[in-house]
């Protein structure tokens, strides 16, 4: 790899003390709309030039996608960076949100780093190495059981105003299932599937900023990333993880 785990892990955290620094003074916060229901800060902002500067220092001659600033022209090496993934959520002081960074390859990721500074919880995955939780390794959940289960989901699609709007899939699982979240972060929301707090997760309508980080942490800690057809991969406007045990069974209801 060109940088190490460790490495990145410093530049993920250090990115995540500029994000407190503006969470500590919510009061003070500007938020602005990108479009309708389209959030965006002085600290998206100030995160995310952080983190470019940062990469681009150890990665000088790699591209990079920023939910903020856009994509640079290099394509085959690139960092795909969502500053604060949960906006929402961080500007009303609520706790779930974070910081992600996946490092893509030849259209292949093979590093990710979710980072939430207000719970102080680090997820990080390399290709082939496994998936780590505040230096542990972690693992998807054992349940096989839908009835049984805890899921959880998002409606980043509302806000497009499309006709499959997630309401009616969610009334299904959610009759099918013991327990359901919409914690409102989707790059979090995947790390929770990858160290079995919840058992799967879905949304629709996302772009691949909000959850490369997270998708590689779900597959270096063994479970599925498909979309709704259960195709695997990651397919940010159908994105389907789970832990594996449940995919046959949550695939019909989808
Ligand atoms: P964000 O906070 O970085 O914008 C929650 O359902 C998920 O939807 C989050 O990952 C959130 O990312 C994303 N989201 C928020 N606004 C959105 C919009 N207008 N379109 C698509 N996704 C959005
Ligand atoms: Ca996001």
Redesign the pocket.
Known sequence: MPISLATLETIVRTAGAVAMGYFNDIENLAVNKK?A???VTDADVAVEHHLKQALAEHCPSYGFWG?ESGQTDDQTSRWIV?P?????SFSKGQYF?AVSVALEIDGELVMGAVYAPALDDYYCAEKGQGAWKNGKRIHVSGETCLAASMVST???CL??YLEDNNLERFCRIAQATTGQRRM????LDLCTVADGQVDAFW?Q???LY?VAGGALVVMEAGGTMTDFNGRPGVFPKQILATNGGLLAQILPLM
């Not at 604060?84 to 929402?88: L, V």
């Not at 409102?184 to 790059?187: L, V």
């Open positions: 479009a229901r389209d959030l939910e969502d604060i993934d949960g906006t929402h949100w998002g409606f980043a806000r497009q409102g972060s989707a790059a949304e309508e996302l772009n909000d």
